[in-house]
C-alpha cells in the first residue's frame, strides 16, 4: 500500500450503467487528483482538488463527474462510458510544492463494453 | 504548450547500466520527477531535481539541465526487478499538477 486507496482495482461497465471510483488518502496532503492512462499516451491530467475545491478541470467530458467531500476521500462518478473510456484511472495526492510529488493509488482498471 | 519526451521502450542486460533521457518544453518549470510503474501497480517516486546537476541514491541518479530542458535517469547494476515504465513528469511553476511524458518502458533481460 502506498498511502493511498482505490477501489474498486477492476470494474467493467456497460455503456448504460452508472458506477463509480473511489479513493482514499490518509496521509494529511492537501490535493487530489484523477489521472486517465492510456497505452502508448502519457498520464492525462482530468481533475484536481486542493483543500476540497477543485481548481482544475481539464474538459473532461460530463460523463466523468468528480466528488471531493473531504481533503481524504475523492471520488469519480461514471455514467453512459464510452468504450474508448477504458483505460486505467489513477488517483494521486500530494501536498503543495512537495519535493515527493505525488503519492499514487495502484488504480482502477476500468473496461466499458 | 507542453511536450514531453522520452524513449517507448529500452532494452538492456542484467548488470550492466542504462540512461533514459528526457527533454521539455514547458511553460513554467518548478521540478522535474522521475517515477518507475510496474505493470498493474502504481507509480511511485524515484527522483527530484529542481536545480542543475546531479542527484545520486543508490543504484539510481538523475540529472537536470534546466537551460537545455534535459534530464536523464541513470539506473546502474540493472536487476530483473528493475524492468518496468520509467515516467517523466515536470511541475509548472507557482502548482502542484505534473505533467507526464509517455514512459519508457525498460526491459532488462539475463
Known amino acids: 500500500e502506498t498511502g493511498v486507496t482505490q477501489t474498486p482495482r477492476h470494474l467493467v461497465m456497460g455503456m448504460t450503467n452508472k458506477k463509480s471510483l473511489k479513493c482514499e488518502q490518509h496521509?494529511?496532503?492537501?490535493?487530489m487528483y484523477w489521472y486517465k492512462q492510456s497505452a502508448k499516451k502519457p498520464l492525462e491530467l482530468m481533475f484536481v482538488y486542493n483543500f476540497k475545491e477543485q481548481t482544475e478541470n481539464n474538459s473532461v467530458p460530463s460523463r466523468f463527474s468528480p466528488e471531493c467531500p473531504n481533503s481524504s476521500h475523492l471520488f469519480l462518478h461514471l455514467h453512459t462510458l464510452q468504450p474508448e473510456d477504458s483505460a486505467l484511472y489513477l488517483c494521486?495526492?500530494?501536498?503543495?510544492?512537495?519535493?515527493?510529488?505525488?503519492?499514487f493509488g495502484s488504480g482502477t482498471r476500468l473496461t466499458v463494453v | 504548450g507542453q511536450n514531453i519526451d522520452q524513449p517507448t521502450e529500452m532494452t538492456a542486460t542484467e548488470g550492466a547500466i542504462v540512461q533514459i533521457n528526457c527533454t521539455y518544453q514547458?511553460?513554467?518549470?518548478?521540478?522535474l520527477f522521475w517515477y518507475q510503474q510496474h505493470a498493474g501497480e502504481a507509480p511511485t517516486f524515484l527522483s527530484y531535481?529542481?536545480?542543475?546537476g546531479l542527484e545520486e541514491k543508490g543504484r539510481f541518479s538523475s540529472f537536470l539541465s534546466r537551460s537545455k530542458g534535459y534530464s536523464y535517469l541513470l539506473l546502474k547494476e540493472l536487476q530483473m526487478k528493475d524492468s518496468a515504465s520509467y515516467l517523466c513528469a515536470v511541475r509548472d511553476s507557482g502548482y502542484s499538477t505534473l505533467t507526464f511524458g509517455k514512459g519508457t518502458m525498460l526491459l532488462v533481460s539475463p
Open positions: 531535481n529542481v536545480l542543475d
Open positions: 514547458t511553460s513554467g518549470f518548478n521540478g
Open positions: 496521509l494529511g496532503h492537501n490535493a
Open positions: 494521486a495526492s500530494s501536498q503543495d510544492r512537495s519535493s515527493y510529488g505525488y503519492t
